[in-house]
Every structure is written in structure tokens, then in C-alpha cells.
């Protein structure tokens, strides 16, 4: 019962807003340049299908590259950091700078320096960036979290680094650094999105260029459409990552049990 | 023989706040400890029993003085006042782990581990999670894990202290029968004069912080129960003992 619920209300609420969005467009004679009514974004989705999917995929594949090489990175620092104070010292201050220096401002500079012949390694260092700090602080975090006497105990059995790394420190871990991967799976999509408008039109071919060259056109329906698309797949990636979080979790963890 | 000795150990830890300049745990703690000996550790909250316990260990090193295992170091088990689990692991890789460290093959190590899950009083669960098992039962993990390697010092920090009082006495009479079955050496922290007057053949007494010994009590035989009388005379005078101690500080 709860679960169809789970689907039934969000179903509901949207078709309601979807049908009072037509309702009000058409009533007040809205011109499709300013608000294009719910059906006319569907025509203009059919109409340009094609061209929307190659650009959705564009922006997935930057959004999956970049996703892999900030959790890639993300937690090898986070490693670094745990077996190294110094290393932790000498380069947490500029991954928090990096966090912090709005990418808008620095993606040019990214461009210029990878090259508008390798737009989209550029695309993806720039969404790699956006996305990679959640994972590094979330693994960092979870990494420094092992029970101390837990790791007293492997101490005592004669356990090698990777040996308290491999079976206490990383599964320690794993809550943080997946919850961390949860926030940087959307921040990936934005990160391409962003870049996208950085390279503007003739380079990329993302959705975020569609959205721009719509925009310059004044073809709103198509505009909401790839914006539609963009929405979609912020939520499916979060989806699949809570996914993957339950089925990590679900044995042993409080977060993913089902409590009566 | 000695297993272990400490002789004339000091530790202090450095202060954790900038209100606290350091705290001296133990000052001039000695005693030793002979292969076979089941031996309870007893003193006020405070007073260094835990840290004493760790040095036998070797996992800390002590600041004055020194502790020695005359024939070597020997294999040890620990078994902490939580139970210490891996909770992303069933009970039977949790009782496994010393094996696994130490390279043991797969499926002998398990064969071990559901050995010691089944003397520890936990046959049948070796497949469940520690959230699954109640505290008393984690415990019983916690001790297969410590024994599974089969070590010749077993040293237990408070280990029974959250657990209710029928638990408790189970695990007690559990640890007392492991000891004659395992033939261990072991060193049992608590601040219990019951438990360790039932359990031990030797009691420790120690005075509050900075710790050392104020008394070494041999137990008399004859101690076949709880209630039986000769356990009860040793509570009194282990309870008897831990007053002065704390009344000469």
C-alpha cells in the first residue's frame, strides 16, 4: 500500500500541475515563446526526438566519465589522506579551494588550456570538478571514522596497512562515500551542464547547447524539452545510486533496514 | 615460569582539551603472570586496569619501566567491553578475522571459526549479522574471535559489564570452562568482587589512578559455585582489599 503510494502521489501531484500548466496557457492565451503549454513541449520532444537523444547521451556519457573519474579520484585522496597526515596537510587546502572557486570562473581557463580541438576531456575536467569533493570528503570522513579498537584488534593479529585498509577502513567507509557518491552523481550533471554553456555552441553537443541554441532561436517548447530530459536524468542517476546504496547496505547498515 | 611481567610500569597519556595537562595512569605497576593462571584485575573506575591491559597486549608502550614476555611474545586474544564487531560481516568472518589476517586457507579457517562460534555457546549462527544477535550473543562472537587462533593469552577488558546479570553469570561459567578447555593464561579486567572471586585464581587489586598493586590475592580452592561459602569468604576479602585501596590513596 505504502509503495503505491510512494508512486501515486507524485503521479497525482504532477498531473495536476501538468493539467492546470495546459488549463492556464490555453485559458490566458499564452504565446508558445513565453510558455509553451505541456502539449506543445511533448510535439516539440517528438518532433526533435533524434536530435534530443544524441544530445541527451553527449551530456550522459560527460556526466558518467566524469562521475567515475571524481569517485576515482575522490577516494583514492581520501586513502592518500588516511595513510598520510602530511599528504592530508600539504593538499586538503587546495581541494577545498577547488571546491570553493565558483568552475564558472575557471572553465575557460580549462578550455583554453585543454584545447578547443579536445572540447569534451575539457567538458569532463570541468564536471570532474564540480562533482569530486562530496567524495573525497565523504571518504576521508568515513575512512577516519574505524572503530579504534576495532583497528587495535588487527594491530594485535599482525595486520598490514592494506590488510586494516581492505577489511576495516573501507567499509567503514562505505556509508559516507556512497552518500557522498549520491551528491556527486548530480553535481556531475550539473558540472556537464555547466561546461556545455562555458563551450558554447559549434563545440558541444550536449543538452545544455540545445538549451542555449533553443533559447537563441525562440524555440521555448524544444527548450523545456531538453530541460525535461535534463530533470530525467538528474533523477534516474540518483536512483540508480540510491540503488546501488541499498543493495550495499541493506544487510548491515541502519540506514538502508527496514524497521517495522 | 612467567608468561608475562610488568615491572615498576609508568604511562601517562598527553591531554586531550587544554584543560587537562595530562592524566598519569599507572605509576609503578608490577606483577607477573604464570602460564595457566586465570588472573582478574580489579580497581576503581579510572585507574588504569584497561591501560595496564593494553600494555600487556603490546599495544602501548609503557613510559617508565617495562613489560616482558619471557618466552616471547605469545599469540593473544582480546576481547574489549564492546563487542567489537564488524557489523558488514555475519558472525563466522567475524570470528574469522584473526585466522584471515594471518593467510589461513579459506576453508580451514571457517571449519575453525564455526569451531569456536560452537565452544563459545553460539552454534547455528554463523551466518547471522551482528544486528541480528543480541548483546550477550555478540559477546560470544567477540569471544570465538579472540579464541579462534587459539592463543595462549586471552585478555578481556570489562568484558561482561553491559550485559544483564543471567547473561553475565552464563558467560562467566562459559569463560571459566573455555579457560580449562583451551588451557589458557588469562588476564581479566573488571570491577566486580563477585566475578572475579568466582572466576579467578588470583586476584590484582589496584589503587585509584596513578594505578599500581595494593594487593595479590591467591584464592583458596573450594570455590565450586557462586554461593558455595569459599567464594563468598574471597568476595569479602577481595571487597575488603579494594577498600583499603582506596582509602590508603
Known amino acids: ?54 544530445s541527451l547521451l553527449a551530456t550522459l556519457s560527460v556526466t558518467l566519465q566524469a562521475f567515475a573519474a571524481a569517485s ?55 564536471a570532474t570538478i564540480v562533482a569530486f569533493f562530496p567524495v573525497l570528503a565523504g571518504a576521508t570522513l568515513g575512512l577516519k571514522s574505524a572503530d579504534f579498537n576495532l583497528l587495535d584488534l588487527m594491530r594485535l593479529h599482525g595486520a598490514s596497512r592494506a590488510q586494516i585498509l581492505w577489511r576495516v577502513r573501507l567499509p567503514t567507509a562505505l556509508p559516507y562515500l556512497l552518500s ?69 547496505l541493506r544487510r548491515w547498515h541502519e540506514s538502508a533496514l527496514n524497521r517495522p | 615460569m612467567t ?75 582480546f576481547v574489549f567491553q564492546e563487542p567489537t564487531l564488524m557489523p558488514w560481516a555475519d558472525a563466522l568472518t567475524n570470528a574469522r578475522l584473526p585466522l584471515d589476517l594471518g ?19 553460539l552454534d547455528g549462527f554463523a551466518r547471522a549479522y551482528p544486528r541480528e544477535l543480541s548483546g550477550g550473543m555478540k559477546m560470544r562472537v567477540s569471544l570465538a574471535r579472540a579464541l579462534v587462533a587459539q592463543p595462549r593469552l586471552l585478555l578481556l577488558d570489562e568484558p561482561f559489564a553491559a550485559l544483564d546479570e543471567i547473561t553475565r553469570h552464563a558467560l562467566g561459567d562459559d569463560l571459566k570452562r573455555l579457560w580449562r578447555e583451551y588451557g589458557l593464561t588469562v588476564l581479566f579486567v573488571t570491577h566486580s568482587a563477585a566475578e572475579s572471586a568466582w572466576l579467578a585464581g588470583r586476584v590484582l587489586v589496584m589503587t585509584p589512578r596513578p594505578g599500581r598493586i595494593a594487593a595479590d590475592i591467591a584464592l583458596p580452592p573450594g570455590r565450586d559455585s557462586r554461593l558455595a561459602p569459599a567464594t563468598i569468604e574471597a568476595q569479602r576479602a577481595i571487597s575488603a582489599a579494594l577498600s583499603q585501596a582506596m582509602a590508603a590513596a
Open chain 1, 180 to 248: 557522498g557518491m549520491k551528491t556527486a552523481g548530480g553535481l556531475a550533471l550539473i558540472g556537464a551542464v555547466v561546461a556545455e554553456f562555458v563551450a558554447g555552441s559549434g563545440t558541444a553537443t550536449g543538452l545544455a547547447w540545445r538549451i542555449v541554441e533553443s533559447g537563441n532561436r525562440l524555440e521555448i517548447a524544444t527548450l523545456f524539452a531538453a530541460l525535461a530530459l535534463l530533470a530525467a536524468a538528474g533523477v534516474v542517476i540518483f536512483a540508480a545510486l540510491t540503488l546501488l546504496e541499498w543493495l550495499l
Open chain 1, 72 to 126: 576515482l579520484l575522490g577516494v583514492a585522496l581520501a586513502v592518500g589522506f588516511t595513510q598520510s597526515r602530511l599528504l592530508e596537510r600539504t593538499l586538503y587546502p587546495y581541494a577545498v579551494m577547488l571546491q570553493v572557486t565558483p568552475v564558472v570562473a575557471i572553465a575557460p581557463l580549462i578550455l583554453i588550456w585543454v584545447g578547443f580541438d579536445r572540447v569534451n576531456l575539457a567538458l569532463v575536467i570541468i
Open chain 2, 103 to 121: 593467510r589461513v586457507p579459506r576453508r580451514q579457517a571457517d571449519a575453525r571459526a564455526a569451531a569456536a562460534l560452537a565452544r563459545a555457546g
Open chain 2, 3 to 77: 608468561l608475562l611481567a610488568l615491572s615498576e610500569v609508568g604511562k601517562r597519556f598527553a591531554g586531550g582539551t587544554r584543560f587537562a595537562d595530562g592524566t598519569e595512569a599507572l605509576r609503578g605497576l608490577s606483577f607477573s603472570i604464570a602460564p595457566g593462571e586465570f588472573v582478574a584485575l580489579v580497581g576503581p573506575s579510572g585507574c588504569g586496569k584497561s591501560t595496564a591491559l593494553r600494555l600487556a597486549a603490546g599495544l602501548l608502550t609503557p613510559d617508565a619501566g617495562m613489560v616482558a614476555w619471557p618466552d616471547g611474545r605469545p599469540e593473544t586474544g
Open chain 1, 1 to 54: 500500500m505504502k509503495r503505491i503510494a510512494d508512486i501515486a502521489l507524485p503521479l497525482a501531484v504532477a498531473a495536476l500541475a501538468l493539467g492546470g500548466w495546459e488549463g492556464a496557457v490555453h485559458h490566458y492565451a499564452v504565446p508558445e515563446y513565453v510558455l509553451p503549454a505541456p502539449s506543445g513541449i511533448a510535439r516539440a520532444f517528438c518532433a526533435n526526438f533524434a536530435s534530443l537523444m544524441g
